[in-house]
């Protein structure tokens, strides 16, 4: 079975901070996605990779950069955190033939941000 | 654009009861759709997926999702719900040259003893 791993499964970090929250896939996807999920809203997508390099801005981008440096890593940087980025962060890789198979997701990230 | 609406935000259920959970999508041509369920404090799992073929689809944990493209629905369903069963399920569509998954908003499961 495909694994994707989240480093942390909860984190609590102060206002101003520089966060960093990690992503492994173990089965050479090429697409990788960050979402935030928060009460009411569903998932909304942060930032998306379709190979090494390379990175997409997803509908929620702002206060946030990522780094993909090797294909299985996916990392979501928070600048600055701030009180309004807490919330539950989920990781989730593909083929690169979405349909066929869908997403992957990890177990997510619960920041609280403080 | 393609989307996913699920209308129901909250649905009480008690055990052994049947479910149906709604997913209305938008779509131009035929649809890639999924049901993904997620337990407390989990990521999200896939139940069970769509492409093509009889319009009835089976998944893991005994849910079961019949595509309807008269009504561009996706409905899931379980004959008789169990306490674990209890969680938040989402509906997606594929984007299509958005080459990403469109979630709808979910639906959160109580299951009542």
């Known amino acids: 079975d495909v694994k994707v791993t989240q480093s942390s499964r909860y984190l609590v970090k102060r206002t101003g901070e520089k966060v960093f929250l990690e992503c492994v896939q173990d089965?050479?996807?090429?697409?990788m996605f960050w979402y935030r999920q928060d009460p009411g809203l569903g998932l909304r997508l942060i930032y998306f990779?379709?190979?090494?390099?390379?990175?997409e801005k997803g509908d929620i981008p702002e206060g946030y950069s990522v780094s993909r440096e090797k294909k299985e890593r996916f990392s979501l940087i928070l600048e600055s955190a701030s009180t309004n980025q807490t919330s539950m962060y989920l990781c989730?890789?593909?083929?690169?033939?979405?349909?066929?198979?869908?997403?992957?997701f990890g177990s997510g990230t619960r920041l609280t941000v403080v | 654009a393609q989307s996913v609406t699920q209308p129901d935000i909250h649905i009480t259920v008690s055990e052994g009861a049947s479910l149906e959970l709604r997913c209305n999508y938008s779509y131009g041509a035929t649809p890639y759709l999924f049901w993904y369920v997620q337990s407390p404090g989990q990521g999200l799992q896939l139940l069970l997926k769509?492409?093509?073929?009889?319009?009835l689809v089976q998944g893991i944990k005994g849910f079961e999702a019949e595509f309807k493209r008269s009504q561009s629905s996706f409905n899931l369903r379980k004959p008789s719900v169990h306490w674990s069963d209890a969680a938040e399920y989402f509906c997606?569509?594929?984007?299509?040259?958005?080459?990403?998954?469109?979630f709808g908003t979910g639906t959160l499961l109580a299951v009542q003893p």
């Open positions: 990779s379709y190979d090494v390099k390379m990175k």
């Open positions: 989730a890789s593909s083929l690169r033939t979405v349909p066929a198979y869908g997403y992957t």
């Open positions: 769509y492409f093509s073929g009889d319009t």
């Open positions: 089965m050479d996807h090429e697409n």
């Open positions: 997606a569509v594929w984007g299509g040259a958005t080459n990403k998954l469109i």
